[in-house]
């Protein structure tokens, strides 16, 4: 259709985006503003103002990526029909001519037109459906690149600058009557070209050579090279206006030939329906729970090892903030993990707010006090405390040891680290997976296909060849960084949910489901929501941990002695039990039992630490289901023997014994020369070490020395917890405006409508400036704000607040007094009070 000839609007057809706005009902507004929040910020004063920021680019280009692939085809054919299109044209685009198109998107293409139309992408009746400009300028085709669809310009935009002549030879060559102008001439190019009957009698006619080329353009890109002389079969092409010059050699295949080469449809590969998540394996459900249950208490002992590792002050902050490599391959050795494991773990235990800097003058990482409280919780708590931050924390553990933008090596606890999107992913792969039957657990593969439907990056839907590029303004070769980052934390989620323990085998579990909120405690199924509130997230959290609490073993009150010197721990002890055998024995081996051993080391680590020979007896017999071994007897009894027989103080140092002939020992060993004693009586020698590096050095060379105090006193030394100053949770980051919630969204409709109405109420033109802010002396807006109380009329009014912001609004007085006026404010739905110094002028509303 040419431009002279569009058709009449219909009398109830929108004209603008804002008038389709003001036609629209207040839930389709508060649509309109959950699914593009950055809409709300600040809240408009009116829908004129709403539709001008929903078609800046940047809220266009945010809104187009956040739809699923098939709306974004749709709008790629949108962007390649004429303007405005009806439904049916838009139609044709998308299914094409041939059979069986139409069933199978019929069903989908109207929620997907509606969907655009929610979001302020589309707007008009379905006989003048137009994108927003700013989204047609993105996706529709231009000299200086395709369109995603790999549709090029159409013949007008293409023959814009061509010569009359040569129109009418193109005309002549196609076999058509020569016309009197060049827009004739395009008009009847453009009617050959979208008939499809002489179009296909032209197309017979063809060379083939010239056939293969146009099958080569036809899917995109459009654009090929041509000589100064070309070949007979470009030229038979040229002269027909199947290919026409866009710049000196380069020639584009106009999007009409294009559209009937391709059967009507402007994408190749349609995508209507999401694909499916596919299963991988089935378990059953009793097995998964238990496999989750299982690894949900592993990470609970992995998170405590940790910062019993670190009790007394952890690892140093680096300057630039975070673990150095050093470190956390230490922690890595510590917990027994693969480094990027121990990451996450680390990053875990910060999400959670049990570990921060101390912030003291050598900052070092340290447990915080919210880490003593966490342990006193019942397991299946703790649990959930760390499933829940996992999945609302932004800070993704996976990038870490990657590089930032700046070629800077990103390190655990470190800066820029946070993602916006992780949350929304993480609950996102979760969910698909509460799709599968009980027990299922996924392909990787067909979950990161079915986010990339719903949620494809700009530029990713090509319509030629599979892999071939597509570009559009402001897509370039890094477009699909994005989503490579999606696919990436997709994966990790996978990995992180199952070390977790949210899933089991790879399937989700009935606590992961209750996390999500998509199950309750009797096990019935529901809708998770996609973005939950804290009270939300709260109650979940309290309903995964009651479903998890009984499938997690009970801690246990007794351990097996053996006589090879070990104790084996058949399961989780209960924490005074665990805490006292972890000075007195070294932890071995872990697994479903944890293997204790008995060292000279060990036992002198717990008499270090005050307990008696006696003591550490008692705590055996106590606590062991089998007989307290001899060796074991043996052991204790001769380390206790030995220790505190030598004594050390500071002199700088000495060593004090009773015994004569056991300080000429080691003064006769030459291990002790390091230590450079000196007798000083017949049974004191003196040392030029400190106390504990003259402690450390007798002990390695067998002895088993106690520090004394100045009075003589034993020194008993105990492990000092180091904790940092209270800290709260890191919040997440977010990339733009949080959601808004139900009590926001209504408040701003109706902000909006008030503010609307204002600015479209019928009133009497002031006569300086017509419908500008109304401007009148201070007696003249008295006396009006006095007549509107006695008449009970509403007046227009401009006003200016303490911050000099100008606005204008709809009041009805109540009562003028005191330099004030009360009036209920149509804008703001409510009675306010004025002062009458910042109203600029007040004028009548018209009769109607």
Known sequence: MSTDEQPQRPADSPRSLAEALRSRDDASLGALLHARPDLLTPVPNDLTQLATRAATRASVVRALERLDRFAQQVAEALAVAPEPATYEELHALVAGDEEGGEADVSSTLRA?????????????????????RTARELLAPAPQYPSPTGLGPTVAEATAGMSPNRMQDIVAAAGLPSTHDAVSAVRSLTELFTDRTRMSALLDEAPAE????????????????????????????????????????????????????????????????????????????????AAAASQAYMALDTVEELLKDWDEGGPTVLRAGGLSVRDLKRTAVALDVPEPVAAFWVELAYAAGLVASDGEADERYAATPAYDDWQELPAAERWSILATAWLTATR??????????????????????????????????????????????????????????ER?????????????????????????????????????????????????????????????????????????????????????????????????????????????????????????????????????????????????????????????????????????????????????DDVARKHGHLRIGAASAYVRCDDEALLNEILADKRSQGLRLRRLAPTVLAAQADPGALLEGLRGMGFAPAAESAEGDVLITRAHAHRSPPRARPEPVHDGPPLPDTTLIGTAVR??????????????????KGDALPRTTAAETLATMQAAVLTGEAVWIGYVNAEGSASQRVIAPIRVEGGFVTAYDHTADEVKTYPLHRVTGVAELADD
Do not use: C
Not at 417 to 430: F, H, Q, T
Not at 752 to 767: M, V
């Open 112 to 132: 997907a037109v509606a969907t655009l139309r929610e979001q302020a992408i589309v707007w008009g009746s379905d006989d003048r459906l137009r994108l927003v």
């Open 210 to 289: 010239s056939v293969e080329v146009l099958s080569r353009l036809v899917w995109g890109p459009p654009y090929g090279q041509v000589t100064a002389d070309p070949a007979r079969h470009l030229r038979w092409l040229l002269d027909r206006g199947l290919l026409l010059p866009t710049a000196p050699g380069t020639v584009v295949l106009p999007r009409e030939a294009a559209l009937h080469l391709r059967a009507g449809r402007a994408h190749r590969v349609l995508e209507p329906a999401p694909p499916a998540v596919e299963p991988l394996r089935e378990h059953r459900p009793q097995a998964v729970d």
């Open 396 to 453: 993704t553990a996976g990038l870490i040891g990657g590089r930032d933008g700046k070629d800077r090596t990103l390190s655990a606890l470190g800066p820029h680290l946070d993602r916006s999107s992780a949350p929304e992913i993480r609950r996102r792969v979760l969910t698909l997976l509460t799709t599968l039957p009980d027990g299922a657990s996924p392909t990787p593969e067909s979950v990161l296909a079915r986010l990339r439907w």
């Open 456 to 636: 494809p990056p700009r530029g990713s839907t090509t319509s030629g060849t599979p892999g071939a590029p597509s570009t559009s303004p402001g897509t370039h070769a890094h477009a699909n960084a994005p989503m490579e980052l999606r696919a990436r934390i997709a994966q990790w989620t996978l990995n992180e949910a199952e070390l977790l323990g949210v899933t089991g085998r790879g399937a989700l579990s009935a606590h992961g489901r209750a996390l999500l909120g998509s199950e309750s405690e009797d096990g019935s199924a529901g809708a998770a929501a996609p973005h939950p509130s804290p009270a939300e997230l709260a109650a979940s959290g309290a309903r995964a941990a009651r479903l998890l609490a009984p499938l997690l073993p009970e801690p246990l009150d007794h351990v097996l002695l053996q006589a090879d010197l070990t104790a084996v721990a058949p399961g989780p002890l209960e924490r005074p039990l665990a805490e006292t055998l972890s000075v007195l024995a070294d932890v071995e081996s872990k697994g479903g039992a944890t293997v204790y051993r008995f060292t000279p080391g060990s036992v002198r680590r717990a008499l270090d630490a005050g307990k008696a020979a006696s003591d550490l007896h008692a705590f055996l017999a106590a606590h062991s289901r089998t007989p307290v071994p001899q060796p074991l007897a043996y052991l204790i």
């Open 751 to 768: 902000a909006i409508r008030a503010g609307d109405l204002a600015s479209t109420a019928p009133r009497k033109a002031t006569p300086e």
